[in-house]
């Protein structure tokens, strides 16, 4: 499976940047994309979050600044990043979570892309 994010770079602060993230090469439905940042020293956390049906959850630090959306028919997902300041800088990973059914229950399988770097200068 392929996990490609795209849009990090470097903007001041108050600005605003659009990550998006296309996923291929699985033949399991998505149950979740998200993104997920780890800054330096830090541990990796999430973002943002969405569901195959449309529901979303958000880091207490970005509601009301960031909003996740995705295009179920591209498997994509895109995170609209606005008020950008320097606590965001981070590099920025991408997550898919496939479900899968077996006769035994549900498994989730997760994928990840290489991350994008968004440095926001004060």
């Known amino acids: 499976v392929q996990v490609e994010e795209s849009g990090g770079g470097l903007v001041q602060a108050g600005g605003s940047l659009t990550l998006s993230c296309a996923t291929s090469g699985s033949i399991f439905n998505i149950h979740t994309m998200g993104w997920y940042r780890q800054a330096p020293g830090k541990q990796r956390e999430l973002v943002a979050s969405?569901?195959?049906?449309?529901?979303?959850e958000y880091a207490d630090s970005v509601k009301g600044r960031f909003s996740i959306s995705r295009d179920n028919a591209d498997n994509t997902v895109y995170l609209q990043m606005n008020t950008l300041g320097p606590e965001d800088t981070a590099v920025y990973y991408c997550n898919r979570r496939d479900e899968i059914v077996t006769i035994e229950g549900r498994v989730f399988k997760d994928y990840w892309g290489k991350g994008t770097l968004v440095t926001v200068s004060s």
């Open positions: 969405i569901t195959s049906g449309g529901s979303t």
